[in-house]
């Protein structure tokens, strides 16, 4: 553990240049850089290999669970689970599309993939991946979701907007990205499956992501129903809609994959 708190206190430090450097150049970063998660990779293979002598298959980063198949279901998972709730919402006009300033769609999603992809790969080493193996090995599977799920919500309270909603959606959202991790084996997939989940709403919703604001050219989605509903300001993973989709896919896993952990 001090490893991964030293390891996170250069990467923030790091961190704070790039920032630096990217509002000088007119762009507010939407998370964090690579720094972040590149720290806690560095702090994961060192705790692993020269304190636990353990393999990456202990956190789920071996070679196994990196394969092309467990990627794509991951991603496929994430972007079918906001995807799909926030195409209804647009179809029955509670969420809506406006015209925003005139831009380059490819530049902002390529943008976007660049500053999401390292915010999802940072948030699931911090949360699932070496502190919730070792809780996994101590409390057992079930009390290691619900306590990295809550601790996931709690990570989110600082971002814009954030209530009482958003944070449970985001602890929903834990237990969804971990059922992911249990079922698969691969943290892979659960990474996947996290920036998935944000790059839709990034790139092709052109909403915000957690509240915080994207770069939106020629169009903008924003709700035109009930904030519980549709998410409001923090974006439609922070409605209902959204809720029941996870809600769906959690049901859906632990039926397939984690009631058979228990026997």
């Known amino acids: 553990m001090a490893v991964l708190f030293l390891a996170l206190a250069v990467a923030i430090s790091v961190e704070g240049g790039v920032g630096a450097i990217a509002l000088a150049e007119g762009y507010r970063p939407l998370v964090t850089e690579w720094s972040f998660p590149l720290g806690i990779l560095a702090a994961t293979g060192v705790s692993l290999r020269w304190v636990d002598g353990l393999t990456w298959n202990f956190v789920r980063l071996d070679r196994a669970a990196a394969r ?14 906001i995807g799909i709730p926030s195409l209804l919402l647009l179809a029955t006009g509670e969420l809506r599309t406006v015209a925003s300033t005139p831009g380059s769609w490819s530049a902002a999603a390529v943008l976007t993939f660049a500053n999401l992809l390292p915010a ?11 502190i919730f193996a070792v809780l996994r090995e101590s409390i057992g599977w079930r009390w290691t979701l619900i306590a990295t799920s809550i601790a996931f919500g ?18 929903l959202a834990g ?29 092709f919703l052109h909403t915000s992501v957690s509240g915080i604001a994207i770069i939106a050219p020629d169009y903008r989605v ?12 923090w974006g439609p993973e922070g409605g209902l809609a959204a809720a029941f989709s996870m809600f769906a896919v959690v049901i859906y896993i632990y039926g397939r994959h984690l009631s058979r952990m228990e026997h």
């Open 68 to 81: 092309p198949t467990l990627l794509a279901g991951g991603a496929l998972l994430g972007a079918l689970a």
């Open 120 to 130: 999802a790969l940072g948030e699931e080493l911090l949360i699932r991946g070496y």
């Open 175 to 203: 237990f969804f990205l971990g059922s992911v991790l249990l079922a698969t084996g691969s943290l892979y997939a659960a990474v996947m499956a996290h920036f998935a989940w944000n790059w839709v709403m990034a790139a």
């Open 154 to 171: 709690l990570l989110h309270v600082p971002n814009p907007g954030a209530d009482a909603e958003s944070v449970l959606l985001v602890m």
């Open 222 to 233: 924003v709700d035109a129903g009930p904030d519980w509903l549709t998410g409001g300001a």
